[in-house]
């Protein structure tokens, strides 16, 4: 899903322009995280996918922090200072730039999102941080994002980029040709940068018990009121990473990439969600 986590709440009364009659990525992903920028509509469409998954909020968890560690990741031991974060949602208590700047003050976020109140919550909070900026985009522009006029003034495409893609290709209908989108991103994105992506999961033959509950969970996303959430397989999300090295431990459920420690709990069966890091080697010319 496309991220947010909690906000300050800003009243009883809609943001000038939200669409309160229909459910928002950004505002259901808010909520199953505890985050007060929602309403009913969005409350009520994910209270459906809990009746399906009651454990669906630590699977937002686990997404969020797989994120953290990502970037921690990217931002030290990569050494990358520049982040692209696509389908960013609202801000949250811990964001993408600051976990980056923990290690470098410097290093440079920009965040996207295609809802404009994403895009006005996130300018009015990062205002401040001059090295943070926020765009109004899409994934699916013409030429990519990486052709963005207004981008092109934050980021040095001639050095490396770390391109987060965190839950937001789930929500792409095949139809939209996802792995294409993602080829292009690539073939576009300077040698010597990384590609981070998490995406619900479809084991299919892998677990026949499990594959059942994810078609249980689509239905509960894409009918009950959000309209997207697919769950894809192993080697459909692989395909993501098109001419990508993937890092060790590769495509993995989200708390078995760079874990912080022992689990500490049994991870429930609603945690169908991989993720992985691809890098792309200086020798890569052309990936079509």
Same mark, same amino acid.
């Given at each position: 899903m496309s991220?947010t +986590?909690?906000?300050?709440?800003t009243?009883?009364?809609?943001?000038g322009g939200?669409?309160?009659?229909?459910?928002?990525?950004?505002?259901?992903?808010d909520?199953?995280?505890?985050?007060?920028?929602?309403y009913d509509?969005?409350?009520?469409?994910?209270?459906r996918v809990?009746t399906?998954?009651?454990q669906?909020?630590?699977?937002s968890r686990m997404n969020?922090?797989?994120?953290?560690?990502?970037?921690r990741y990217l931002?030290?031991?990569?050494? +990358?200072?520049?982040?692209?974060?696509?389908?960013?949602?609202?801000?949250?208590v811990?964001?993408? #730039?600051?976990v980056a700047q923990l290690?470098?003050?410097t290093?440079?976020?920009?965040?996207v999102?295609?809802d404009?109140?994403?895009?006005a #919550?996130?300018r009015?909070?990062?205002a401040?941080?001059a090295f943070t900026h926020?765009? =109004?985009g899409?994934?699916l522009?013409k030429g990519?994002?990486l052709q #963005?006029r207004e981008?092109l003034? *934050?980021?040095e495409?001639d050095? @490396?980029?770390?391109l +987060?893609v965190c839950g937001?290709?789930?929500?792409l209908?095949d139809?939209l040709? @996802?792995?294409g989108?993602?080829?292009? *991103?690539i073939e576009r994105?300077?040698?010597g940068?990384?590609?981070?992506i998490s #995406?619900?999961?479809?084991p299919?033959?892998?677990? @026949?018990?499990l594959h059942?509950l994810a078609?249980?969970l689509?239905?509960?996303?894409?009918d009950g009121?959000l309209?997207?959430?697919w769950y894809?397989?192993?080697?459909? +999300?692989?395909?993501y990473? =098109?001419?990508l090295?993937?890092?060790?431990?590769?495509?993995?459920?989200?708390?078995d990439w760079w874990?912080s420690g022992?689990a500490?709990?049994a991870?429930p069966?609603e945690?169908?969600m991989?993720?992985?890091?691809g890098?792309?080697?200086?020798?890569?010319?052309?990936?079509r």
């Open positions: 991220r +986590i909690r906000v300050p709440e009243g009883a009364h809609a943001p939200a669409d309160t009659a229909r459910a928002s990525i950004a505002r259901v992903y909520y199953s995280l505890g985050g007060k920028d929602n509509v969005d409350r009520a469409a994910f209270e809990l399906v998954a009651p669906q909020r630590e699977v969020r922090e797989w994120l953290y560690r990502v970037v931002a030290g031991q990569a050494g +990358i200072d520049q982040f692209l974060d696509v389908g960013a949602g609202l801000p949250a811990v964001n993408t #730039h600051e290690g470098n003050r290093a440079r976020v920009v965040y999102d295609n404009p109140l994403c895009a #919550h996130g009015a909070m990062l401040q941080n926020v765009v =109004c899409d994934l522009e990519t994002l #963005h981008l003034g *934050y980021l495409l050095r @490396p980029v770390g +987060i937001l290709l789930h929500h209908h139809a040709d @996802p792995a989108v993602m080829r292009e *991103y994105l300077p040698r940068s990384y590609v981070a #995406h619900f999961w479809d299919a033959e892998e677990d @026949p018990e059942r078609a249980r689509q239905r509960a996303f894409v009121g309209g997207s959430g894809r397989t192993r080697e459909q +999300i692989r395909a990473f =098109c001419g090295e993937l890092l060790e431990p590769g495509l993995v459920h989200l708390d874990p022992p500490l709990q991870r069966p945690a169908l991989l993720g992985g890091v890098y792309k080697p200086a020798s890569v010319l052309s990936l």
